[in-house]
């Protein structure tokens, strides 16, 4: 009883001291310390403790935190459930290279937390390069992937907010990964990442239930929004995103390539997608199911870079593809694309090679195939035959299905499948119908091909609606 007594009055004092020291609580009165910018990372150990002891004390007092006045190093900061961080215009936590593991900040087990902007988490990619390609136009990492922290990595959390204008850039991996968690509210913020640096996804929502992305802006060289479902974390499902803009050197949207759980619900409408490798697209490479998604009112403009990257300046593409022949791909269906715009320089693909791609709808859709950037002149790199890794082929207008164990060891980065630029082809795909769908084709070119193609396993597809 002594000791219950005992520590009563120890919160009763913290409480008081908080109270004092004021609301929210200012990291700087734990301790924290701006960095010199000869010794960028001088404090990281200090800064960490500090931050971590704001979060504790803020659960037990006022439950709001502030991050002001400059650059803090710093390095697995854990969110503290019911606790309210602002980062003041002009303040960044920035992670600490070498010493950060799994991210910048975690909000783990954690319920009822909100992050605000408009200041920074800040990733410091530029620490994590060991060369740079300039035939790719791509930095080399210093460490592989998934060994490099994320800036913010939620895992099991829930109800939990991103708002007010928060800045997240410069991932030396994934900006923001939303993992196994549920009812999360992001809202305004603003992601950006170095455009020759790899890996560095805008936001990945994986395995989770209930996440809603509004008024938001991307702009990374990976993947933009990158839906994925991981074995033994559940589905995702309820996913919402409207009013975001993306830029890419990938792609803008894409499904996996993890596709281990079911992911259905899922409602992309209001997008604006502009200079991307890449539009709209699924990796379907694993058992997990994916249905009913729609995409609406969305306008995109994609163009050809670099092979290495994801994407191949086509405006859509769906894969069902084994990623190697131990695993059983599962069923895509139920997708509905409606009110698109799309300028591109590569046609559609709508491919379910492995186990079909079902209940396909296209309804006042209207893609222009055009020809404008540096790559699609023939400066950039040759693509490789898929059938034949020694054949140099014309990246323009070729399929692009990678992942895929059919390409054979050693073809992950430059192969394709050559082919034409159709407004869209369907590869075993059944029940596809258009309404008020039109192709246009601009500044005639070799590559071209016809408003849309289908091969013999394809059956149901209704193009009376497509001119």
Request: charge should be negative.
């Amino acid at each position: 009883q002594a000791k219950m007594w005992s520590f009563v009055a120890v919160v009763i004092w913290l409480k008081i001291v908080h109270l004092a020291m004021g609301c929210p609580l200012d990291i700087r009165d734990y301790g924290a310390k701006i960095a010199d910018p000869s010794h960028p990372d001088a404090f990281w150990e200090n800064n960490t403790h500090a931050i971590q002891a704001a979060f504790s004390a803020a659960s037990l007092s006022c439950h709001r935190v502030l991050v002001t006045g400059g650059d803090y190093a710093s390095a697995d900061l854990y969110m503290t459930s019911n606790v309210d961080l602002t980062i003041a215009q002009g303040a960044r936590i920035v992670t600490a290279p070498g010493n950060a593991t799994g991210a910048l900040l975690h909000i783990k087990d954690c319920d009822n937390a909100t992050v605000r902007g408009p200041g920074t988490l800040y990733g410091n990619a530029e620490r994590y390069i060991s060369g740079y390609s300039p035939i790719d136009d791509r930095f080399e990492p210093s460490s592989p992937d998934g060994h490099r922290p994320r800036v913010i990595l939620f895992h099991n959390a829930s109800n939990i907010q991103l708002l007010d204008g928060l800045q997240v850039r410069n991932a030396s991996d994934w900006h923001v990964h939303i993992q196994a968690s549920r009812n999360i509210y992001i809202d305004n913020i603003h992601v950006e990442g170095d455009w020759r640096y790899p890996n560095n996804d805008g936001i990945d929502p994986d395995s989770s239930i209930n996440v809603t992305i509004v008024n938001s802006y991307i702009n990374v060289a990976d993947d933009g929004i990158c839906p994925k479902s991981s074995a033994g974390l559940g589905p995702l499902r309820n996913l919402y995103v409207h009013n975001v803009t993306i830029r890419s050197k990938s792609h803008a949207i894409k499904f996996g390539s993890n596709t281990d759980e079911d992911m259905s619900d899922i409602v992309f409408d209001n997008i604006t997608i502009f200079d991307s490798n890449g539009g709209l697209s699924i990796q379907q490479r694993s058992n997990g199911t994916i249905s009913n998604v729609t995409w609406s009112n969305i306008v995109m403009e994609t163009r050809y870079v670099a092979p290495r990257w994801w994407g191949n300046g086509e405006w859509l593409t769906v894969t069902s593809e084994p990623r190697d022949f131990t695993r059983f791909e599962g069923l895509t269906h139920n997708l509905r694309f409606i009110n698109i715009t799309a300028r591109a320089e590569n046609g559609g693909f709508v491919s379910g090679h492995s186990n079909g791609v079902y209940n396909v709808s296209f309804e006042n859709v209207h893609v222009t195939l055009d020809h404008w950037s540096n790559y699609s002149s023939g400066q950039g790199p040759p693509c490789y035959d898929s059938g034949k890794l020694e054949d140099k082929i014309d990246c323009m207008g070729s399929h692009d299905r990678r992942p895929s164990a059919r390409d054979g060891y050693g073809c992950s980065y430059y192969c394709r499948l050559e082919a034409h630029a159709d407004g869209v082809y369907f590869e075993n795909a059944h029940g596809v119908t258009t309404t008020n769908m039109t192709v246009t084709f601009k500044n005639p070119t070799s590559w071209y091909g016809q408003c849309a193609g289908q091969d013999p396993a394809s059956s149901d597809i209704d193009l009376s609606g497509l001119t």
